[in-house]
């Protein structure tokens, strides 16, 4: 029990810390709708299940002692926000009676920018690793591992699916409507900003 809360407040903390996953889910909570908001936090969930359970399995280990893939990685998530970021800085103004951009994403495309914003973040791949060799021993039982890892997920998609509801609430929406534009614009810029600083991030 003592582990499991450790797990669930370290990960409560790291999660709602302002980063890639908050600003993505931000932005489209904003931009566009609560259902693109919402599944773009299921796809930032899906992500962390895929990140614990390489690193469970040891892939995670590889990962971060390799230059190579880890270079990869971080170039990748890298490209991925910034191209994310220069999309919403070429946004243009919208009609102020409408609430909802020319172009909606779909749930899928929602839901695979929210994968590949966490997916191809390194600093998750580190964080669990270090999170998991610290909780996890050789002889925790496999249903206990899967419960760390279903807990961090739901911390996730919890905690940016009250984002999306929240920022999405149609007064919200409407103080930033005339503005909707200049406000993609700057959630492209700190995309951008942090894609940099993703690729400038050096292994320990």
Not at 90 to 96: I, N, S, V
Request: aromatic share 10%; charged share 10%.
């Amino acid at each position: 029990m003592a582990e499991w809360i450790t797990v669930f407040v370290i990960a409560s903390l790291v999660i709602i810390s302002p980063g890639p996953n908050f600003f993505i889910t931000l932005r489209n909570s904003l931009v566009h709708s609560r259902r693109v908001g919402v599944y773009t936090a299921l796809g930032l969930s899906i992500a962390d299940l895929i990140h614990m359970t390489y690193c469970l399995i040891g892939i995670g280990v590889v990962i971060s002692q390799s230059i190579l893939a880890f270079t990869l990685l971080k170039w990748l998530g890298a490209i991925y926000l910034v191209y994310i970021g220069i999309k919403s800085l070429r946004t243009k103004p919208q009609q102020a009676s409408t609430l909802q951009p020319e172009v909606a994403l779909n749930n899928r495309s929602a839901f695979r920018m929210g994968l590949f914003t966490c997916l191809l973040n390194p600093k998750a791949t580190l964080f669990y690793l270090a999170l998991f060799t610290q909780i996890i021993q050789p002889n925790t039982p496999l249903w206990v591992q899967i419960l760390y890892g279903v807990t961090v997920a739901g911390i996730e998609f919890g905690w940016f699916a009250c984002v999306a509801i929240t920022m999405s609430q149609p007064v919200i929406q409407r103080r930033f409507v005339s503005i909707s534009h200049w406000l993609d614009r700057l959630m492209g810029a700190i995309l951008i900003g942090l894609g940099l600083r993703l690729a400038l991030i050096q292994k320990d």
